[in-house]
């Protein structure tokens, strides 16, 4: 991210005096928890909050009195600042700095659900939990489009157009041939259609990365909407109605409390999805592949000294994120929904702004992807329960919270270093 | 760290070219697509001739330009042939009888494009029907009427992306500048009981000041922090999008007699004037977006903030050294963007596009104007003809959805290839076979990473 950094005003130094980044961030953190305790405790009626373990009202549950649960987190909020005030090792700095993240959150939650409708004043968290899974999903995918992309250095802003492309060819040759399976490979060709262009044109032609990708984003937006309403608006059963995937219950896993209905009984995208996270995690930092890639991103002229072939690595690593990234957009039209139009709508984005989030790193934006969906989520939920918060202003939460963690207040965030810089052999 | 922009700016063409930029856009809007460079050629003089043909073969601006535009459109009737099944359908005897196919196929594509042209330039009917006396002369200028209404705010958003470029900074965020301008604009244009005139200039700087305020955002944390501006004005695109849906359906914004999201209209006495009669809807916004031009090619190249703006954008580094504040300018440039953003936005709600908010009332000119930018090649002119171009095949998409069946995608399709080819020449040089003269300068921006 500093790439473009100007030095002639210094980024604020990591250690000036006292006001660390830590004391900032723990400042900042005792004031959200005063915020908490004061404004949501006030507001909070007396009813209890209900956090059931299951889809609705029914069944076990975790409550508490509105009022003292918001009061109650929100001091646990100011308790987490206070101490990232006071100075803590700098290995407990992400744990506590969580802890009163968390705090906040429940503070405000026990806020909302007391202030409730009468016979509203519970939330089902499997059914949170779920939601969020499958809010993430496509989230998920194209932020791991962009760590194969990016940390062989190429910047991959046509995730949107990727997801976009593999959704529609997921359903165009789902519908035609019948076959889930079917739909699925086309929707990864699809994907790898729009990579291959990003490819070519960043790699071979040295076209400006992220205008490419732009472009890019247009272009498929352009065609798969033309060609919808040419192709699939006159002839709704042969070209979009694809089969869909069924839920895949996993025996015994399936029956974990909470986790188990919300996690364990989806289909095959969401275990595909933990599923490449923890591969590509563990091939990016644990294998030859993973050194490669990560050597091509940070220092070319090093790894192709070192005989690395860098282009073809880069090659290699666009066109399998345009695979990921259809099947991130296939897990729309092969699971949830018909195609529409533009369907992916931002997420792309989002999922870009994941990536960041998450620092280039899989498991980083996978937290980052959950973090995103259950905002989206959250928005539902309240929206359902009649909220004062406007759903606008949670959705807008991810996009602030990027703005925030790229200006560095929420910590540095560094792209690989040869992100974009295309390679001239020479 | 310090090389983001040596190879960055993607203009680094002597000024001269400037003006064959200009030439070569100017051109493209005349030329039939069909007609190839140089057919025409004088050959009375071979020797001259042949020079002449081989520049024009020579992969200069102007044949990249029009070589692009030839091959988005042999691209998009592909995909008209392809996605009509009656046509496609002749396809499968096409060894016994190629006639048919051809046929239908040039039928299928000859129609449309033919649209395309009388929706957007001179519809020949109208024009016999105005000498015969059947419709009157506002007929024959309703297409180019239609093609100025959609340039205006084309040429703003291209200016406002195109301006930044120069000074090394890529702006994605013209649509969320646009956005918030076209909030301020409206509500400036019916919350405020002002008297007609000074009330549509307070609208119209209104947009401005909301453009600039959502620019400065994204340069003043680039400045400071050293915060990348493409994240940060995609995320403020959003942010801007999910105001103004929140924005529309709150009281006293939202239209009382309708439910769903729209807000009240703008006042008259905000609205900017039409120039041909009411039956023709180009309006003032199109005088505005050439003063805007001139002012934006004035401030480039002829005032000390441009000098510096451009030096930035060549080199932070050397900038510095020679005593400019990077990071002033910085804030600075993206101030200027977002203002010129911002008034792309006031034509959307005060012109006759729209009159009142509604979630899309933007439409897509902020990312449109990202491709106008590049197609004019990041300056100011011939940022004006290129959206032009731009108006043109949006208002002539119109009429081929309405007469063709032809859906208003293809526009998007054929305004995208356009843009892909011109951003890498050796592609299109490549394809035709074009020799290599001059080809170091068409060299687009090499990437500069986050």
Known sequence: ????????????????????????????????????????????????????????????????????????????????????????????????LGVGLVGFVLSFLCWQVSAAPTGQNFMPLVNIIRGTFILALPLIFGALAGVLCERSGVVNVAIEGQLLMGAFSGALFGSISGSVWVGLVAAAIGGAFISLLLAIFAIRYLVDQVVIGIVLNLLAVGVTGFLYERLMQTNIERYNSAPRFGNWNIPLLEDIPVLGPALFRGNIFLYLGLLLVLVIHIALFRTRWGLRTRSVGEHPTAADTLGVKVLRVRYRNVLLAGVVAGIGGASYTLALYSFTKNMIGGKGFIALAALIFGRWNPTGALLAALFFGFADQLATYLGAINSVIPSQFLAMLPYLATILAVAGLVGRVRAPAADGKPYIKG | MSDPNQSGSPDKEPASEAQAAQTALGNTEKAEPTTGPGRSAPESKPTLGRLFLDNLWAANTFTVTLLSLV??????????????????????????????????????????????????????????????????????????????????????????????????????????????????????????????????????????????????????????????????????????????????????????????????????????????????????????????????????????LGFELRAVGANPDAARTAGISVTRTYVLIMVFAGVLAGLGGSNMVLGSTASALTPLVVAQIGFDGILVALLGRVKPWGVLLAALLFGALQAGGNRMQSYSGISLELVTVLQALIVIFIAAPALVKAIFQLRAARAARLQTSLAKGW
Do not use: C
């Open chain 2, 71 to 304: 091959l988005a459109i042999v691209v998009g009737a592909i995909l008209m042939i392809i996605s009509d099944p009656e046509v496609l359908s002749t396809y499968s005897y096409i060894t016994s009888r190629p006639s048919d196919a051809l046929n239908s196929s040039w039928t299928l594509v000859s129609e449309a494009y033919a649209n395309l042209f009388k929706g957007s330039i001179f519809d020949p009917e109208a024009f016999s029907g105005w000498l015969n006396g059947d419709n009157g002369w506002q007929a024959v200028l309703a297409p180019i009427s239609e093609t100025l209404t959609y340039t205006a705010p084309l040429v703003f958003t291209g200016l406002s992306v195109a301006l930044a470029f120069r000074g090394g900074l890529f702006n994605i965020g013209a649509q969320g500048q646009a956005t918030i301008g076209v909030i301020f604009a409206a509500l400036a244009g019916f919350l405020l009981p002002l008297p007609p005139g000074l009330h549509l200039l307070v609208a119209v700087l209104a947009g401005a000041l909301g453009g600039a305020v959502w620019g400065f955002i994204p340069g003043i944390l680039k400045a400071r922090t050293g915060a990348h501006e493409v994240i940060n004005t995609i995320m403020l695109n959003y942010i801007a999008t999910y105001f103004l849906t929140w924005l529309i359906v709150q009281n006293g914004v939202q239209d009382p007699t309708r439910t769903d999201a729209i807000s009240r209209a703008v006042d008259n006495s905000a609205q900017l004037p039409r120039l041909l009669g009411d039956n023709l809807r180009v309006h003032a916004g199109i005088l505005l977006a050439v003063l805007a031009t001139w002012a934006v090619a004035w401030l480039l190249n002829r005032s000390t």
């Open chain 1, 1 to 96: 991210m500093s790439t473009m950094a100007v030095p002639d005003v210094a980024v604020a130094p990591v250690d000036e005096g006292f006001w660390t980044r830590g004391r900032k961030v723990g400042l900042t953190l005792l004031a959200l928890g005063l915020l908490a305790a004061v404004l949501f405790g006030a507001l909070a009626t007396d009813q209890q909050a209900r956090f059931t373990l299951s889809d609705d009202a029914a069944g076990a549950a975790l409550e508490i009195n509105g009022t003292i649960g918001a009061i109650l987190f929100g001091i646990i909020t100011i308790a987490a600042g206070a101490a990232l005030l006071a100075g803590v090792p700098k290995r407990w700095f992400l744990p506590v």
